[in-house]
Every structure is written in C-alpha cells, then in structure tokens.
C-alpha cells in the first residue's frame, strides 16, 4: 500500500515576465480565465484528487493571491441580503478552511526546484503533490486525481508528461523513455530544455508531479542547471542516478500553458465556449468574426 497524498505545493513565486506590464502588481495566478483566476482551477483539482493541505511558495507583491483566499463577510452579507444564492455559492468555492493553507517564502526567483525546496519543512515524509497553477488541465477527471490513482500502483516519483512537436521541445523538461505501458512510461533521464535536436523524445514535462521528500533533498544538494536555475526536473532525474523510480504519466485531457499569452488566449476561448451561460453567444461572435476574416482575404 502507497502512502497517500494529502499535501500539494503550488510554487508561485515565479516573476511572470511574459505577462509584464500587467504582473507588474498582478499575480499571473490571480489573472482570470472568463471570471475565475488560474488559481481557482489549480485549487479545484487538488481538491478533487483529496490534497488537504495546500502550501503556497510565493514571493513579494503576491498578497492579492493570498488575500484571494479569505472570506469575504462584508460582501457575503450583501449578497445574502440580496437572495443572490447562486453567488455565495461561487464566493463560499473560495474560501480555504483556517489552517488548510500555509505560505512560504521564496526570497529569489532561483528556479521551480528552489521554491519547492523552500518548502521541504512543510512536507516532512510524505509523498506530496506540486502543481503548477499556469498549466491549466481541462479533463473529465483531473489530471492529478488520475495521477494519483497510478501513483498507488507505481510508487516512486512521477511527473505528468505529454507530446509535443519536435521544435517545441526546447520549452520543457523533456523523457528518456525506457520503456512504455499504457499511460504509464518509465523514464531513464530527464533533460531539461534540450537543445533543438538533442531531445531524447517528444514527451514534455507538465506542470504536476508527485514527489517524495528525497527530491527535495536532491534540489537542495544539486547545483544550478539550465538558465543559472535550480532545476525541478535535475532534483527528480537525479533519483534516477540513485537507481530509483521515475515515471511519466500520459494523462487524459487539454492542457494549456497559460503561462504563455497564446495559451492564455486559447484557454480563455475554449473555457468561455464551454460555459453554458456563455458559449452560445461567444459561439456566434467567433463565427461572425471568422466571417468576416474569410471575407477580407
Ligand atoms: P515559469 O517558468 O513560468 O516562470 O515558472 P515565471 O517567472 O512564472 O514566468 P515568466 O517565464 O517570467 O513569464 C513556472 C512555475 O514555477 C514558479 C512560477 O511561479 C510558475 O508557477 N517559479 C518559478 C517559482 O515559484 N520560483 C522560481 O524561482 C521560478
């Protein structure tokens, strides 16, 4: 029987540069998909997989995110006077039980395995999840609670892992696969944002992992890596050397890397067509404009 995980990090201490002027005081975590932050979808799936404890690295000028999180009993008030059931209920979604969230400091922006080192007293000995807020996961059953349920055949550490083109693979931590089954594949290294055409294959690291406290142990011992940055995917591939498991688990969904302004774009449309009270609408407004496109050319 695996241990099971009831902790997740969510590193956000990052500078969000592509998103500048607007991170300038904006949290990239805070910005909204139609009218729900990236935050909010990050919280939402831990939850659905059973994280109960959520721990925060951030860093300066993020205390929107945190204030995001308390309770509103002003605006609660209004709205229960106002009979706006259907608010509260989307309010009460974001409220965090006291105690349920801790934050942690990261003072530099010294790379992913940094920040998630910072919270290496938080964990103690479990295995515990790290989500990344930015890679937003559309899926029917969310990515980390698929994960989580391999993970309790697997054991080990184990990253979510999808293809991407050739030419992208520069972006990502990128597997050496040794061998595949299913959703599940065994990983023989790791190699962080490979140069164009050394990739050992097209699977590309995304923003949810399942770790154990040795990683953090690791990101602490390693040196810097790829961009001067103290590299996530070093700590993990490094349990590889150690002769231990690391698996890459193909999950089922949609993701988009909303860390990126195209990404953030193509969520923001696909997220507004699924909604009910949206889609039909906005529907019809991309229709109007793809018209007119076509009519122009
Ligand atoms: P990114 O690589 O997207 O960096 O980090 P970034 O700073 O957020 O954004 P850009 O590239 O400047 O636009 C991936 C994740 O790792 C976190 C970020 O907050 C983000 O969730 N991170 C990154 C940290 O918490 N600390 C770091 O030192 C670096």
Excluded at 131 to 145: H, M, R, S
Excluded at 150 to 174: D, H
Excluded at 188 to 199: D, F, I, R
Excluded at 260 to 287: C, H, I, M, N, P
Aim: hydrophobic residues 40%; glycine residues 10%; proline residues 4%.
């Amino acid at each position: 029987m695996k241990r099971k995980v009831t902790k997740a990090i969510f590193p956000v201490a990052g500078l969000g540069t592509r998103f500048l002027p607007a991170t300038k005081s904006i949290p990239k975590e805070i910005m909204t998909l139609v009218d729900r932050p990236l935050i909010q979808y990050a919280i939402d799936e831990a939850r659905a997989a059973g994280i109960k404890d959520f721990i925060f690295v951030t860093s300066r000028g993020k205390s929107a995110l945190e204030d995001y999180f308390d309770h509103a009993p002003d605006l609660e008030a209004a709205l229960r006077k106002a009979d706006k059931t259907d608010l509260l209920e989307i309010l009460r979604d974001t409220n965090m039980d006291s105690g349920a969230i801790a934050y942690i400091r990261q003072h530099k922006a010294l790379g992913l395995g940094h920040a998630v080192s910072c919270a290496r007293k938080l964990i103690g000995d479990e295995p515990f999840a790290v989500i990344l807020p930015d890679d937003v996961i559309a899926a029917e059953k969310p990515c980390l609670q698929q994960m989580i349920e391999a993970y309790q055949e697997t054991g080990g550490a184990m990253v979510a892992t999808m293809e991407v083109a050739p030419e992208q693979t520069a972006s990502y931590g990128v597997l050496d696969v040794a061998r595949w089954d299913g959703r599940i594949v065994s990983v023989k290294g790791m190699v962080e944002k490979p140069t164009l055409g050394t990739a050992p294959s097209n699977l590309a690291v995304i923003g949810r992992y399942i770790l154990t406290p040795r990683v953090l142990q690791n990101a602490n011992q390693i040196g810097k890596g790829t961009g001067g940055e103290f590299q996530l995917t070093d700590a993990i591939a490094h349990e590889i050397t150690q002769g231990r498991d690391v698996f890459g688990y193909r999950f089922e969904g949609q993701r988009f890397d909303c860390g990126s302004k195209a990404g953030f774009l193509q969520a923001t449309v696909a997220f507004a067509l699924a909604r009910e009270d949206l889609g039909d609408e906005f529907a019809r407004y991309l229709a109007q404009m793809h018209g007119h496109g076509q009519a122009a050319q």
